[in-house]
């Protein structure tokens, strides 16, 4: 058995090594991962300077017509209003003053920034005209509060003898004229090219990083599918070598038969240590003398059976179930003692056909009774249950004319037993929480505590 051991696969070198790889891999592909966020990041980056190049671009543009706008009103009204709108936009908004400035950080954009500034020093002129024009219309009106940049704006000496509609007429004559809507057409002009350089330059920069997130997630793709195999090599192996041959095992375990010693290197030393103890356990048992360890009634183990099976089974992984049959000395004193014999034949003969053959009956007293469920040590609560509920139909069932019973039962899981000693202590306790809560029923020793 040794040497076949040392000779089988060892799963705790093919994870480690398979586990190992997939580490590299993973931490690859979050690396890149990484890289691809910093791509997408830089294209989310230069769409949004791209828009801001727009934004800036219109935004002049806007300013301008604004600008147009309230002078050509003020012109034809005389409204202060107007007036103050258009300085407040010129001297306070600064819309044009903050495209330039938005246009002129990006060193990329410098052709789109000299056809913005061209747009600019087109619009400087036009405010030239629209400061003369509205010099005229204050005159004209004998305005005597305007703000102080049209005091530096002199009249021509024909003009300023104008009368005070002809000074209108004027004005209105120069926001409306061939002159004033060329220096606009220019503006237009320098404005649809820089737009143009704009959306080249934002084209370029985000075919340039699209190019580079393609050969980026190619690389990924690529990780990703080796990784996959990875994992799922990792998973047949661990399949293969352990999960398997462990769900093999718990079934043999359940029936009560030794494992088979199959899979990785160090299941099988496992199955063998468990064969081993399994053989001298079972050899143990059947070398129990029949008569010194049953009872002659039932054909349960008496109270030498119960200890020597105490002692022997692996209390860790068994539950521990006592039972007593509810108020069995008014049923002795009613029906008699044959009648009760036959009762306690009938209890054994029940949990025998509910329990497997591993399981171990023994009866400790007069109407008390043991149960050991060996190798069970992670079965469910709800399936004891349903045995138990199995047995309680039995017993109250009188069709073969003995009366009906009902039992109590305190049960005790080995894992929650840290002293072999005290494991009946703690299954009459949970028995006896039975008998307080009305009898006829079941407590699980964890559950009352």
């Keep these: 058995m040794s040497g076949s051991i040392k000779k089988g696969i060892s799963h705790r070198i093919v994870h480690l090594w398979l586990v190992l790889v997939i580490v590299i891999f993973s931490s690859t592909v979050v690396y ?18 791209s828009q801001d190049l727009q934004k800036a671009a219109h935004e002049l543009m806007n300013a301008s017509d604004y600008l147009t706008e309230q002078v050509q009103r003020f012109t034809s009204n005389g409204d202060l209003r107007f007036l103050e709108r258009y300085f407040t936009e010129a001297f306070e908004s600064k819309r ?15 052709n789109a920034y000299a056809q913005l500034e061209s747009a600019m020093n087109n619009s400087v002129k036009l405010m030239d005209l629209e400061y003369y024009a509205m010099r005229l219309v204050i005159e004209a009106k004998g305005y005597t509060e305007y703000p102080d940049l049209l005091n530096d704006v002199k009249l021509t ?18 926001v409306l004229g061939d002159e004033y809507y060329e220096l606009k057409d220019r503006i237009r002009t320098d404005m649809q090219d820089c737009l143009v350089e704009v959306e080249k330059l934002g084209d370029g920069i985000v075919r340039s990083e699209l190019d580079f997130l393609d050969r980026e997630l190619v690389i990924i793709r690529i990780l990703v599918l080796i990784q996959a195999a990875m994992i ?4 047949l192996l661990t399949t293969k070598l352990a999960i398997n041959p462990v769900i093999s095992a718990i079934d043999q375990i359940e029936s009560g038969q030794p494992v088979k010693e199959t899979g990785s290197k160090e299941f099988v030393y496992l199955a063998h240590a468990y064969n081993v103890m399994y053989e001298k356990n079972k050899s143990s ?5 029949y008569k010194a360890s049953h009872d002659e009634l039932t054909g349960a183990y008496n109270r030498v059976g119960y200890d020597f099976l105490l002692s022997s089974l692996d209390i860790s992984s068994t539950y521990m179930m006592l039972f007593d049959v509810d108020n069995f000395k008014t049923v002795n004193d009613t029906y008699g003692h044959e009648t009760g014999d036959k009762i306690l034949i009938k209890l054994v003969n029940t ?8 399981d171990c009956i023994c009866r400790i007293g007069g ?22 509920e199995q047995i309680s139909i039995e017993l109250s069932n009188t069709d073969d004319g003995l009366p009906g019973v009902s039992i109590s039962a305190g049960i005790v899981n080995g894992r929650d ?9 703690m299954s009459d306790e949970a028995m006896y929480q039975s008998k307080k809560s009305g009898k006829n029923t079941y407590t699980f020793y964890s559950d009352q505590k």
């Design 32 to 49: 890149f991962s990484f890289r691809l966020t910093a791509t997408v990041d830089r294209i989310t980056e230069a769409s949004r300077q």
């Design 96 to 110: 044009r003053e903050e495209a330039l400035s938005i246009m002129k950080t990006d060193s990329r954009a410098a």
């Design 157 to 174: 000496d024909d003009d300023a003898a104008l009368s005070a509609d002809e000074k209108i007429r004027l004005a209105t004559k120069i």
């Design 232 to 235: 799922f090599s990792l998973l």
């Design 285 to 289: 048992i059947e070398h129990l003398n």
């Design 351 to 358: 949990l025998k056909s509910v329990f497997r053959d591993d």
């Design 367 to 388: 109407d008390e009774f043991v149960v050991f469920m060996v190798h069970s040590g992670s079965m469910p609560q709800r399936l004891i249950e349903s045995k138990l």
């Design 417 to 425: 037993v840290t002293d072999t000693s005290k494991i009946f202590e």
